[in-house]
Structure formats: C-alpha cells, structure tokens
C-alpha cells in the first residue's frame, strides 16, 4: 500500500539564490512563433518563474516574418535570430560574444541541441531540458541519411557537450530514454510541465453528448497517427452506428486527415476540425466521452493531462511518455500495439465506451481525472527548475549523482529530525513526514551521502532504508511511504 503526504516546507528558498541572477533561456521557438508547441509553453513558463523570483531572463530563440528581433514580454527580453535551421549557428555565436553577461543558461533541446557548453566558461552551469528524444522521428521526417546525422548530434555529440551539465527530463520515460538510447551518464531530474495554462470546462455536467463521442487532440503530424484512430473508428462503426470522433488541432498533416476520412467513407462519423479557439475547443471536449491518442511515442502526454483536466479519461498506446500520462483503470486506459495497432486501438476504444456507459462510472473517472491532473502547475514547474539552479549556483554540500532514490527514515520525531536535516540538504530534496517517520527524495543526490547526513544528524543506519524512486514521485515530486 502507498500513501503520499504534501511536502514539508522545510527546504531553504531558492529565491534569495536566483534572485538578481542573468540567466538565458534558449529555446527553439517562442509561444508567439506560428508552429508553436507545449514545448515553447514549457520554457516561457521557466522564463516566467525565474522573473518572478526575481532573475534577469533573456529569451534567445528564432525569428519568423513579421516578428521583432528583439522586444519585452511578462518582464522577460525576447531575441529573436535566425530561422528554421540558421538559428543553431545564430544562437551560439550570439551566446559566445556574451559567454560572460550570463551566470546559468537554460538550454531547451528539441531535437538539435544549441551545444551552449562549448562556448561557455566552465563556471556558468547549464541545465539541458529535454522533451523526449528524437532518433526515430529523425528518419520518419527526414529519411535514412540526415535522419542518421541527426540522431549523431542528439546522441554522441551532445553527450560529449553536455556531459557535465544537469539533464531535466519532463517524464520517467524521457529520463529512460535519454539513459538508454542517448546513453547520457550525468544526473537527469524529472521535471514535468504544467496542466493549468486555461480553465477547462466542467466534464459530467449535463452537456456529455448523448451519443458516445470520441475527440482527439493535438498536433496533426506522422507520428501522432490519426491515420490508426481513423481506422479504429472505421472498425467500430458496425457495431456502433452512433460513434462520433472530433479530430482537433493544426498540423500539417490535417489536410491529409481530411482526405483519409472521405477514401475510408467516414464524413458522417468523423470531423476533422484543424484549429479552433479554445471556447470551441472545451465545448467539444465537454460534449465528449473519450480522448484517444495513437502517438507512437512522446516525451509526455501533455494533451492527456489536459483532457483530463477536463474530466476526460484517455485510451492510449502504451509508449513512451502516454504510460506516464494515463493512470491505467483510474484516468485512462493502455493498449499494446500487438501485429495490428489499429485492432487493437479498437477493441480499447469499444472497452473503454463500455466502461463509461456504465452507472456513475464516467463521473468516478471524471473526478479521477481532475485530481491527477491538479498534481501538475506550473508553478510547481517553475520552483523545480528554480530548486536545480539553486544547486547549481550556490554552494552544494551534497553531490550529484545520476540514481534517483527515495530515502524512509523510522523516527518517533519527524518534524524535530526534518528541522536538523533540512539545512544540510540542498535544493532539490523534496520532504514529507507523518507520525512514522520521514521520507525523502533524492531526484539529483548521491543517495550515500544524504544517508552521511541522516547518520551525523543522529539517525541509526538501519533506521534508513533506500529505494528507487517511483514514476509518480519523481512527476509530483513528493516522496511516498510503502507499507
């Protein structure tokens, strides 16, 4: 049995260390570019936070048409250089003739690093935030040969670059990903994005269609597959002659979409919306029984986490990224791909609707939803970079180590023990305590030596027991006794 607490507040602020700090955020785009993602919503939110605290913030990132090189935002400066691809080499040389005006660089990696490192000094540290890693969409997009160049830069190249600097992972699958495939051997520290950007609508409230209706969002691209949703709905409408599916979202595959939906026969079932403002968006959303998603793969399921900040449950492959966005049984449901993807999506979807059409079941998942999705705001995204760079650039007593590790400690006195300890460990511990003892997580420290600091605070060493910390713990951030 598990059973989380709310973190203490004991850990020292990171706002006296931020605060009056030149950071740079490098991003590939910002969230005025037109083909901005949840990743330009990520850094702008980071960028945000560390203006809050108190940080000088320049944003570094591309210039599209009509946009200006360089104005102010939310307090932040925005220097726009460079384009698609001209922006790495227009970054890096814009970073080297100010390799001095900066004391920490956030360094977004979308695929192609920036390589900051190498033309920064030694002393300004450098936080690599990965979304997810790109080897496999780099052949789907750009075939066998720039796909392989890419994957070399993404992988031994940035590696070398970044070796010493701190990796920030949006998911327990992005970290997995980023140890095996890109073999990164430095710490890596699960920070996942935020799900309260906009006030969703209120699922269960009298508007659900009366039909089940089935909405997929997000990004129309290759590897999302809308292709295999379509097919499964195309299976499924013998026997289910009233399903409904909303395709929203721009991309440049919707006009593909929109072609496949009338070769297969299926404009009287499926809508391929593309873009829509966000009051038309919730509005389907609320009408809904179900989001679905074939992506092949993702850093993090953010659009599942925001469907189900609506209430909305999700039936979702169980890859990279969607396994640590859906709570099996409890906000959604996985499927395995098997020998036909497709098949299998549809027996799930069929599943799914069957469950949800049962007595009170939609409304027990809906409030599940809306509770797993509340774990996750942008202001706990923003204090977890903060508590990173408050470890970076102020003095660590504790070293970094590349294991993720959750400590219990037994004590008949938590809080007076938290009090003794607390000063001694640096920023990114998170602590909660209850009568029977004291849980930590250690996302960046060497597990021995936070243990060092238990035993010289008066703790017995076999009062101490260690484990790997949990997929839920290293996403909420808050350590889980186990009994």
Not at 66 to 81: A, L, S
Not at 134 to 150: I, N
Not at 160 to 186: F, K
Not at 304 to 321: K, N, R, S
Request: hydrophobic content about 45%; glycine content about 10%; proline content about 7%.
């Amino acid at each position: 049995m598990s059973v989380g607490h709310s973190p203490a507040a004991a850990a020292p602020t990171t706002d006296a260390v931020v605060a009056g700090r030149r950071i740079a955020v490098l991003n590939w785009k910002d969230p005025w570019h037109p083909d901005a993602g949840g990743a330009e919503v990520y850094a702008w939110q980071v960028a945000r936070d560390l203006v809050t605290a108190g940080a000088e913030v320049t944003f570094v990132t591309a210039r599209p048409d009509g946009q200006p090189g360089d104005e102010t935002r939310d307090g932040i400066r925005i220097v726009r250089v460079g384009g698609r691809w001209s922006i790495y080499p227009r970054v890096l040389g814009w970073l080297a003739r100010r390799r001095r005006q900066f004391d920490a660089v956030v360094d977004c990696q979308n695929g192609i690093p920036f390589f900051s490192p190498a033309v920064l000094p030694a002393d300004v540290p450098v936080v690599c935030v990965i979304h997810h890693v790109h080897d496999r969409q780099f052949r789907l997009y750009f075939g066998p040969l720039v796909g392989r160049f890419g994957a070399w830069l993404e992988g031994p190249v940035a590696r070398r670059v970044y070796r010493r600097g701190v990796t920030l992972a949006v998911s327990p699958s992005t970290a997995l990903a980023v140890r095996d495939r890109l073999r990164w051997a430095g710490p890596v520290v699960v920070v996942p994005n935020g799900a309260d950007a906009a006030t969703p609508p209120v699922v269960g409230s009298g508007v659900r269609d009366a039909r089940p209706r089935v909405v997929c969002v997000g990004r129309v691209t290759r590897h999302k597959r809308v292709d295999l949703v379509l097919d499964a709905v195309d299976q499924l409408r013998v026997q289910r002659p009233d399903l409904r599916l909303d395709v929203v979202g721009g991309g440049p595959d919707v006009a593909t979409v929109r072609r496949q939906v009338v070769e297969r026969g299926l404009s009287d079932v499926v809508t391929v919306h593309g873009h829509l403002p966000s009051t038309e968006r919730d509005a389907l959303l609320a009408s809904a029984w179900l989001h679905v998603s074939a992506s092949w793969g993702e850093g993090w399921g953010l659009v599942v986490v925001e469907a189900a900040a609506a209430g909305l449950p999700t039936v979702a492959f169980d890859v990279d990224g969607l396994r640590d966005a859906v709570r099996p049984g409890r906000t959604g449901w996985l499927v395995g791909e098997g020998d036909d993807p497709a098949g299998s999506l549809a027996v799930g979807l069929d599943r799914a609707l069957d469950s949800l059409a049962a007595p009170g079941e939609a409304e027990r998942m809906a409030a599940e939803c809306r509770q797993w999705s509340g774990a996750f705001r942008w202001a706990d995204t923003g204090r977890r970079v903060r508590a990173v760079l408050g470890d970076l650039l102020a003095p660590r007593r504790v070293p970094w180590a590349a294991r993720n590790a959750s400590l219990s400690v037994r004590t008949d006195q938590p809080e007076s023990l938290l009090a003794r300890v607390s000063p001694l460990l640096p920023y990114t511990r998170h602590v909660a305590t209850d009568e029977h003892g004291l849980w930590i997580l250690v996302p960046a420290a060497a597990p021995a030596a936070v243990r060092q600091v238990l035993v010289e605070a008066g703790v017995a060493p076999e009062h101490i027991s260690e484990r790997d910390a949990s997929g839920d713990e290293l996403l909420t951030g808050v350590p889980v006794r186990q009994c």
